[in-house]
């Protein structure tokens, strides 16, 4: 249907000109959809949008053309930040998740620091019965030098300051 002249594109419309073959808006803005035009028209001016498609490869211009409308769009219900509020916000919640994962990645690391210790705790009792040599008790005895040298909360408490 673009350019077909029986029905002028949404751009040629609004301006009240006659559509031809060639026009660079009408592959863009179909007739059907009117307020597409009429938001980056009132931001950008059609003569800037008509120089923005030009200078673009035809296989980019349908790209371009949703993200004008999207750009217009927010500039229209933002008029002080645009789109940039949404990327300001947008940016915000990464930074906020990131700090969330952090927490979550230190809460994680001190739960297993903690089993680690459990289990060598376990092992340094389980391994000496009451019945063995002073040779082992000594073994025992560095054992409990070990596990009580080991600090996971201490660590894990420095990751989350
Ligand atoms: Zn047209």
Redesign the pocket.
Known sequence: MP?SGSS??A??KLLRRR??KD?V??PH?PPQEPQKFAYVHKIFGASNINKMLQELPFHQRGDAVSSIVYEAKARLRDPVYGCVGAISSLQQQVAQLQSQLAVAQAQNLCMRMHQAAMASTIVANTEVSPLDSAESSDENQQYKHVTSGFEPFGIAEALLS
């Open positions: 350019g002028p594109c751009a040629c559509c031809a026009c808006f009408a803005f």
